[in-house]
């Protein structure tokens, strides 16, 4: 019988095997999810579950499922996916929104990290956010020169948040 | 102006033999890798991006302080062995250069005439900043590198990310796009055969290995480049600052190495010391590769104190003036691989021969040459 017909209801969706040993006999049936609840039994848990399997999804096969198809293209430069699989080379700025699903994987394997936490760029006409989060870098690296005693470029990064703060 | 006699040194300073552990530490070098928002780069860079980048640029060049007294050079302008002479400095690279024989139109180099500080354009990325300085100075160099980064961030819309940072043509230097390396002289390591163990270290805490030339090139004369391997998700000042933790580990490393030498094997040490400086004062023909290992057992005498009189200097200048493209400049010709050999041998000579010939501090008195006395015995 294929494997996939249900021993019970001959339905064509068996999902579980089933393996039962009784008085040193083995026998395997292939039940449908329906019958296998019926019978009491529980569905395999789900991979996540396991914490081994979530380390390898992160770490392990490149190819995963969320991989894009190869002929997948940037609308702004036309790189398709074959090709930055190939170079392992990005085109522009609108690549890393094309291929964000992979490219955080791939960021997170190579970098142990998909979050800058470097210097925060002002843009030329930065949002109240945006400049809350350059302010943020700048006295972080204010604390950063004092604790190492470099007055010279605290007094730079100090002048620099001034000229940035409300007054 | 096509040339950069301008620049302070001629973009040698790097050479100059100053900052910390300067014996074993070459020279530092920091670069930042930066993008401008609306246009295709690396592979994807077609001419007319190329143009408008260096366009950009150039109009963010009066404005930045670094750079106001400073020398574009943009590449299909340079003539060619001057643009050699420029890669074998490190003041541009391979990719910048490109791969055809002319380089493609929009690619040049601004060379700050203020600071050891340049930018290169439309090599990978649209731009990369890099500071390149002698000795260890890795704090130093990130400055510098920081100072510009600002001043063009001001003029300039870089293609930034919330989440991911400063945008790079390639994913590995995503972040800070800060690459950090360190070129280091571990003979020590090397004939005691515990370099592979630090090597295999170096990348356990993130950081990693590369030859004389970066990516690709081959290990030769036991220099070694260490950088940073990951740019995203640390503080440019954690990764600035576990460099240089690390570096300065290995150095001690490196001079525990050279005690165990000393104690270990003194007589073998100072007879291959001794036998690269002979070659080197001596030889008719010295091929770039047989000159950096005859450099590297000359350098480590010098660190050692077993060959008094040489300075570092002197030794970091033969690796640049000994490289085909200076060779051929100081002959004002182009010169086949074998003259070559002989031209680098001859320059290797002049050096060494002016610096003085040095006397061997274990040289006894009765191995000295007798002289006729005054007694006329």
């Known amino acids: 019988m294929p494997d996939n017909i249900c021993d019970t209801c001959g339905s064509s969706d068996a999902v579980v095997n089933f393996t039962q040993i009784v008085q040193d006999e083995m026998s395997t049936f292939h039940l449908c999810e329906a019958c296998a609840a019926e019978k009491g039994l529980e569905p395999a848990p789900e991979p996540s579950n396991f914490p081994l399997t979530d380390f390898l999804a992160q770490m392990g096969d490149e190819r995963g499922q969320d991989e894009p198809a190869t002929d997948n293209q940037c609308s702004f430069c036309g790189l398709t996916f074959g090709q930055f699989r190939e170079t392992g080379r990005l085109g522009c700025p609108h690549c890393y929104q094309t291929f964000e699903v992979h490219l955080k994987q791939l960021l997170r394997r190579i970098h142990g990290s998909v979050q800058h936490v470097g210097k925060v760029y002002l843009p030329p006409d930065p949002t109240a956010s945006e400049m809350e989060k350059r302010l943020d870098g700048l006295r972080r690296k204010l604390r950063r020169a004092i604790e190492a005693e470099d007055f010279e470029r605290a007094a730079e990064v100090r002048d620099e948040i001034r000229s940035l703060e409300p007054a | ?377």
Request: hydrophobic fraction near 40%; include cysteine.
């Open chain 2, 1 to 377: 102006m096509n040339d950069f006699t301008t620049i302070p040194d001629y973009g040698l300073s790097w050479l100059e033999a100053s900052g910390d552990h300067a014996d074993i530490v070459l020279s530092t070098r920091v670069r930042l890798a930066r993008n401008l928002q609306g246009h295709a780069f690396g592979p994807r860079a077609r001419v007319n991006d190329r143009e408008a980048v260096l366009e950009l640029f150039k109009s963010s060049v009066e404005r930045a302080e670094t750079l106001a007294s400073g020398t574009l050079l943009e590449m299909p302008d340079v003539a060619t062995r001057t643009r050699r002479i420029l890669l074998e400095r490190r003041l541009v690279t391979k990719d910048l250069l490109g791969e055809e024989e002319d380089p493609p139109r929009g690619t040049a180099v601004h060379l700050s005439s203020r600071d050891p500080i340049s930018v290169m354009v439309n090599e990978e990325d649209h731009l990369r900043v890099q500071s390149l300085l002698s000795g260890l100075r890795i704090r130093e160099a990130w400055r510098l590198v920081d100072r510009l980064d600002e001043e063009l961030g001001r003029e300039l819309p870089f293609a930034y990310h919330q989440e991911f940072g400063f945008l790079t043509s390639c994913p590995t230097n995503v972040g800070s796009g800060l690459r950090a390396s360190v070129f280091m002289h571990l003979p020590g390591l090397v004939l005691t055969k515990e370099i592979g163990k630090v090597l295999q270290g170096l990348g356990q805490v993130g950081l990693t290995f590369r030859g004389l030339y970066g990516e690709g090139s081959e290990v030769v004369g036991n220099f070694f480049q260490v950088s940073n391997q990951t740019t995203l998700g640390k503080t440019e000042e954690d990764l600035v600052d576990h460099l240089d933790k690390v570096v300065r580990q290995v150095i001690q490393y490196e001079m525990q190495a050279r005690q165990v030498l000393l104690r270990d094997a003194r007589g073998v040490t100072e007879d291959k010391i001794w036998r690269a400086y002979g070659l080197l004062r001596y030889a008719r023909s010295l091929s770039f590769e047989e000159l950096m290992n005859l450099l590297s057992g000359v350098r480590l005498g010098l660190s050692l104190k077993l060959l008094p009189g040489l300075r570092v200097y002197t030794l970091n200048k033969m690796m640049i003036f000994t490289q085909p493209a200076h060779l051929e400049q100081s002959a004002g010709r182009e010169l086949p691989e074998a003259e070559g050999d002989t031209h680098r041998a001859a320059y290797v000579r002049r050096v060494l021969a002016s610096e003085g010939d040095i006397a061997s501090d274990s040289t006894s008195a009765d191995e000295r040459p007798v002289k006729d006395g005054p007694d006329g015995r």
